[in-house]
């Protein structure tokens, strides 16, 4: 018996867009498989946004090529659409009319859907200001009506652009909490964010995007399994430290940083380097583990911007 390879909900491949001379996404790979919550993470302008629009077809690629669930969003779009929602940019709503009443155009449009509203409305937490016009809604609600409107599609992926800029921190753990419980239900999600911390609190894998090439793409628990041994050492005696690690066994990729001594070393090696810098007369003010996401994400941005 053959075990089936689950198609990707998305594909990206050596996707390019330039506008004249800016090259906005250099080649992109991307692959997120079915029920990934998938963080998409990059500084300001990296190109996240045009990417996102990219594999959603909104825009044509320069080249490459993208595949959700297998077909093409530019040749095939109703096809590649079809269980694909979400929303990048602000999510555009009539302010006259009430957010029920832009939720039942918007099903009408889509030919379908309607029956659902109320139901959207309560994932979102929506139904009690329903009826109110959301000329009067908080950036939140409409961020929360933007997440019902992509619901209405009952989509099997969900395509989120920055979902919490601008949210208030109730408001952030709201949208946090709505996004788990979506992935929770087995609904793909492709989220962008700049924060870190949304993406270590939301995704099972994680892209790095910088200056439009994805510069890292993989599991978030390999992520910080792979940084674990990264440490930063702060002493009574900088100069002397960095010669003692630097020529210690089992302590690698030694830098200076400022007056701290970053490196990357087992258990063991730490635990020999303590007793090699107190022998050395050397005090120890902090020496903790450090890395994660964060510190992957400034490895390869900042190495971008030098
Ligand atoms: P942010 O986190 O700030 O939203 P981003 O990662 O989403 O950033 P993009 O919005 O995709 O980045 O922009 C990437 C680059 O492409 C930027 O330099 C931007 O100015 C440029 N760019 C995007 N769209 C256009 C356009 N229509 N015309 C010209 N340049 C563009």
Redesign the pocket.
Known sequence: MTTAVPIPAVSARALR?S??A?E??AGVDVTVQPGDVYGYL????????????MMLGLIQPTSGQVRLFGRDPVLDPVAALEGVAGFVEDPAFYPYLSGRANLELLAALDGGGGERIDEVLDVVELRGRAGDRVRGYSHGMRQRLGLAAALLRRPRLLVL??PTTGLDPAGIRDMRAQVRRLAAEGITVLL?S?LMGEVEALCNRVAI?AA?RVRYEGGLAEVLARSNSRHRLETTDPARALELCRAADGVHDVHADGAAVVFSADRDAVAALTLWLAQAGIGIHVLAPTGGLEELFFDLTDREAT
């Open positions: 867009k506008y004249g800016i906005a996404v990059g500084p300001n302008g990296a190109g996240k946004t045009t990417s996102l629009r652009d920055e962008s700049h995007l439009g």
